[in-house]
């Protein structure tokens, strides 16, 4: 699955992408922070980006106060706009829109063997049987991975209140509830999603 060969000791580069890179996308980067369970000299390294991004603004307020609400830091974020160098840099794309990913295949169709979308890659996760993590669990799921589509959409919270944060973050939550586990190699508890 992976052009380029990752030495066990190098952690796994995650790359979340949305639209501006003020709501959904940090708010995953944050959150799988907060998530992960193995020790941060095996770990996960979490970024985002956007496509086409909305560069130097900060997080989104409603998202920021469900990340603080749920342990995280929403301050201190600054939106950046998804490019190859970035793409590059990165072990595995998780999308949270199916036209994010659309767009990443026509820009640099070079990096589309590691873009997944936020619930295809929970759902092959949750399905997968693979013992190990990082990228012997993003092959495993890229195995048995269903097409993703735009139903696997995560709605867009912005500017639409607390109630539509609320639900975004509870959406995300629930795949990387299953993503985070899965890429340490922990168990993926069953019928999480």
């Not at 295809?120 to 092959?139: K, N, P």
């Not at 795949?175 to 999603?193: S, T, Y």
């Amino acid at each position: 699955m992976r052009a380029r060969a990752h030495r066990v000791e190098e952690p796994l580069r995650v790359l979340f992408v949305c639209t501006a890179n003020i709501s959904r996308s940090p708010y995953a980067e944050r959150r799988a922070a907060l998530m992960e369970a193995g020790p941060p000299e095996a770990g996960l390294r979490f970024a985002s980006a956007g496509v086409p991004g909305h560069p130097g603004k900060g997080m989104d307020r409603a998202m920021a106060a469900e990340l603080v609400s749920r342990g995280g830091e929403g301050n201190g974020h600054v939106s950046r706009s998804l490019s190859a160098a970035i793409l590059e840099a990165a072990d595995v794309v998780i999308t949270v829109e199916f036209a994010q990913r659309l767009r990443i295949a026509e820009s640099w169709p070079e990096h589309v063997a590691k873009v997944f979308g936020l619930h295809q890659l929970a759902d092959a996760m949750e399905r997968s049987h693979t013992v190990g993590g990082g990228l012997e669990a993003l092959d495993g799921a890229l195995a048995i991975a269903r097409p993703d589509s735009l139903a696997w959409d995560v709605a867009d919270p912005y500017k639409r209140g607390k109630a539509a944060a609320r639900a975004c973050a509870d959406d995300i939550d629930e795949a990387l509830a299953v993503i985070v586990p899965a890429l340490v190699g922990a168990p993926v508890r069953a019928g999480a999603l």
